[in-house]
């Protein structure tokens, strides 16, 4: 379906940034590049991923990464370990969580909510759809520049629950 590479091999993890029971992601650095990566590890569901699953995931991977949405970490590769489990690389996003701005002014917190609906459509003009919207998954750096995070989830994990909804999580679905 796409290519099998062992992160592990090919990547040095440096710390777990953020763990779920499908989902971890790492902190990392690429020794070939010498540049400091983001690594998203996503479970199968079952023993292995379906062929589904793989297929979603390919096809929601590859056209983010030639889209480059702003307002989306960009995606340098992607791809499957050898135990089915799928895969992102992306750039680091800095900034802290939308989470984080409780209690934050309304005249900073719309700017940043816009910025977010603008990422939405401009992946849904790709044909995309995030799924997995919470707080956590907004990044805001510095200037209030928002970014979404938790991108492939529900692409790869949709049969997770047993109803085939994509995005339906008992995070995602707190917020929906």
């Given amino acids: 379906v796409g290519k099998t590479i062992q992160i592990t091999e090919s990547f040095r993890l440096?710390?777990?940034?953020?763990a779920s029971p499908q989902t971890t992601v790492f902190q990392a650095s690429d020794p070939q590049s010498g540049r400091e990566v983001v690594i998203k590890l996503l479970s199968p569901p079952g023993a292995i991923a379906s062929e589904a699953s793989q297929q979603r995931f390919i096809r929601f991977a590859e056209t983010?990464?030639?889209?480059?949405?702003?307002?989306?970490?960009r995606i340098l590769d992607h791809g499957f370990q050898p135990d089915s489990s799928a895969f992102l690389v992306m750039e680091p996003?800095?900034?802290?969580?939308?989470?984080?701005?409780?209690?934050?002014?309304?005249?900073?917190?719309?700017?940043i909510l816009a910025q977010v609906v603008a990422t939405l459509q401009a992946a849904a003009k790709q044909g995309l759809a995030h799924h997995n919207l919470s707080p956590d998954n907004i990044q805001v750096a510095a200037g209030d520049a928002a970014c979404l995070l938790g991108i492939g989830s529900a692409a790869?994990?949709?049969?997770?629950?047993?109803?085939?909804?994509?995005?339906h999580s008992p995070e995602a679905d707190r917020y929906a």
């Fill in 64 to 73: 983010l990464q030639a889209a480059g949405i702003q307002g989306m970490p």
């Fill in 93 to 111: 996003v800095p900034g802290e969580g939308l989470d984080t701005l409780a209690g934050v002014r309304p005249t900073r917190t719309i700017p």
């Fill in 156 to 167: 790869f994990l949709a049969e997770a629950d047993g109803s085939g909804m994509l995005g």
């Fill in 14 to 18: 440096l710390r777990v940034l953020k």
